[in-house]
């Protein structure tokens, strides 16, 4: 369960940060996950809703 911290038995989630850190850069994915582990619920949700109508 992602609750802003890393959970360090899921080998999926370690698979998928290790991927986005290497495209991304430490730098930008640092501040990614700063800005996603700063969120709400309620601003978590609106911004899921953002990206579903872009699509």
């Known amino acids: 369960m992602l609750r802003g ?5 899921d080998l999926d989630l370690a698979n998928v940060a290790r991927d986005l850190r290497a495209e991304l850069g ?13 969120l709400d619920v309620p601003g978590a ?3 899921l809703e953002d990206q579903l109508r872009r699509r």
Do not use: I, N, Q, V
Not at 5 to 9: A, I, L, R, Y
Not at 26 to 38: D, N
């Open 26 to 38: 430490e730098r930008a994915f640092a501040a990614g996950r700063a800005r996603g582990a700063a």
């Open 45 to 47: 949700l609106a911004l």
């Open 5 to 9: 911290g890393p959970d360090e038995s």
